[in-house]
């Protein structure tokens, strides 16, 4: 069987995240970092393409192994239109939106733009995997309450999917033959309801809905935010702010480090522990309510993310859910390799990548 080699390309924002494989086997992962001031001198994060492309080139030329070499690229993906799951070529259109950011700026724009760029020189396909925007929700679960207001799909699906796609496997199926709840807990915390190879349910992860997570304040009681933002003390970017970026762990505790709650928890700090435990039972409240969504068919529960590292939070949350099914827990996010993953099934004929209009 021939064995493909892939170049991955995962963008941050003052970072790129470069891996080279031969098929799984791995030739280096490598992170740039680059210096704040010069990302700085780009008015947009989509002006730094360029910049990044020819640091991956070097970094290529170094090792010896030229763009000539490889089958593909792939790229993170950025903040496009909804998509169904699974792999996209990278086209002209996805192009356009991408540069065009009407849809936010994020550094992961960046992937698909680098990709393109240095696959086309090649003439080898280009992709991305299983971006943000993946939206599989059923029509039921779009209705907020507010015709106002739609429930939208943004959530950490490159690993959601990866994981349950591994949780599949361990149990001697295809990720299309089960249903599992799959929580990712990182900086941000999303509980996706995956129903036969598509997440049919899932809490907008981005803009703070859904349980606490170490930086967002997820669902809060809505008279008592609608008083906040009337109450003339703050402005519409600070409530933001408090929403998505200085709530959860950060509002409570100070920090959004869940190592450093460890401590402070192990130290016999009260406080510490209430908040840190509350965040759990608010996951665990979230998979009970996927496992409704499931119908009470649920295969697994699947905990990752950075936060499944801790000795306490998936304790807490097994203690609670396992009743529901088997947990499996596989801690941090292995991107690369789920980037990976997505190119080597469309090379090696597993699935079609499908096209972005």
């Known amino acids: 069987m021939e064995k493909f080699r892939v170049l991955v390309i995962n963008p941050g924002s003052t970072s790129t995240k470069v891996g080279a494989f031969d098929g799984e086997e791995k030739l280096f992962v490598e992170t740039i970092r680059h210096d704040h001031l010069e990302i700085e001198k780009f008015e947009r994060i989509i002006d730094q393409y360029e910049f990044r492309a020819r640091i991956i080139e070097k970094m290529l030329s170094d090792r010896g192994l030229g763009l000539d070499t490889f089958h593909a690229i792939v790229g993170r993906g950025g903040l496009l239109k909804p998509v169904q799951g699974g792999v996209l070529a990278v086209n002209a259109t996805m192009l356009k939106d991408l540069k065009e950011a009407k849809r936010g700026e994020h550094a992961s724009n960046l992937g698909a733009i680098i990709a393109w760029e240095l696959a086309s020189r090649n003439s080898i396909p280009s992709f991305i995997v299983d971006p943000v925007v993946v939206d599989e929700m059923e029509p039921v679960a779009r209705l907020s309450g507010l015709p106002d207001i739609e429930r939208i799909s943004i959530f950490h699906a490159l690993n959601q999917k990866a994981?349950?796609?591994?949780?599949?496997?361990?149990?001697?199926?295809k990720y299309e033959e089960v249903n599992l709840i799959v929580a990712h807990m990182g900086g941000g915390i999303s509980v996706g309801a995956h129903k036969q190879g598509r997440v049919v349910d899932v809490n907008n992860a981005l803009n703070g809905d859904g349980p606490f997570s170490p930086e967002r304040t997820g669902d809060l009681p809505v008279s008592a935010l609608v008083k906040m933002c009337y109450s003339g003390k703050f402005t519409e970017s600070e409530i933001q702010k408090k929403i998505k970026g200085k709530g959860g762990l950060v509002a409570y505790l100070g920090t959004a480090d869940g190592r450093e709650v460890e401590k402070r928890i192990d130290d016999g700090d009260a406080k510490a522990r209430l908040v840190f435990?509350?965040?759990?039972y608010q996951v665990a409240k979230e998979i009970g309510a996927m496992a409704a969504v499931l119908g009470g068919s649920v295969d697994g529960i699947v905990l990752t993310g950075g936060l499944v590292?801790?000795?306490?939070?998936?304790?807490?949350?097994?203690?609670?859910v396992s009743f529901i099914g088997r947990v499996f827990r596989y801690p941090g996010e292995d991107e690369m390799e789920a980037l990976r993953d997505g190119a080597l099934r469309v090379l090696g004929g597993e699935e079609t990548a499908n096209e972005y209009c």
Not at 164 to 172: Q, S, V
């Open 277 to 280: 435990e509350a965040m759990a």
């Open 309 to 320: 590292y801790d000795k306490y939070i998936p304790g807490w949350i097994e203690e609670r």
């Open 163 to 173: 994981t349950a796609r591994r949780a599949a496997r361990e149990l001697g199926k």
